[in-house]
């Protein structure tokens, strides 16, 4: 099992940027590079919506088109940690934000039930 923790959370004005920090520690005979980390975002009384993913051993990234140009999603494979870079910030982007993981290839983002392991989410709060 992965044990996420996400940071970074907060408030901020629509246009303003904000970044999320996810650190993942993998089970020790397993790697990092191993496994699929991901960053979703729920609002509340809505599903879980895949924002963006990246698999160290690629590297290959995807995007929501929701998000696509104004996020970016990096990592540190040193410290086997995942970032997500948010850029002009919308109201709408108002989530609750989770770090995924699973290992291997990253499933589609709308697969969300296929990642099994999840953190327990930062808040991010655009106000217009």
């Known amino acids: 099992q992965v044990q996420l923790v996400e940071s970074g959370g907060g408030s901020v004005q629509a246009g303003g940027s904000l970044r999320l920090t996810c650190v993942a520690s993998?089970?020790?005979?397993?790697?990092?590079?191993?496994?699929?980390l991901a960053w979703f975002r729920q609002i509340s009384g809505k599903e879980r919506e895949g924002v963006a993913s990246?698999?160290?051993?690629?590297?290959?990234?995807n995007y929501s088109n929701s998000v696509k140009g104004r996020f970016t999603i990096s990592q540190d494979l040193a410290r086997s940690t995942v970032y997500l870079e948010m850029n002009n910030l919308k109201p709408e982007d108002t989530a609750m934000y989770y770090c995924?993981?699973?290992?291997?290839?990253?499933?589609?983002?709308?697969?969300?039930?296929?990642?099994?392991?999840w953190g327990q989410g930062t808040q991010v709060t655009v106000s217009s």
């Open positions: 995924a993981a699973e290992w291997g290839v990253c499933p589609e983002l709308y697969e969300r039930s296929r990642y099994d392991d």
């Open positions: 990246i698999f160290p051993g690629g590297p290959r990234i």
């Open positions: 993998v089970p020790r005979n397993s790697a990092y590079r191993s496994y699929c």
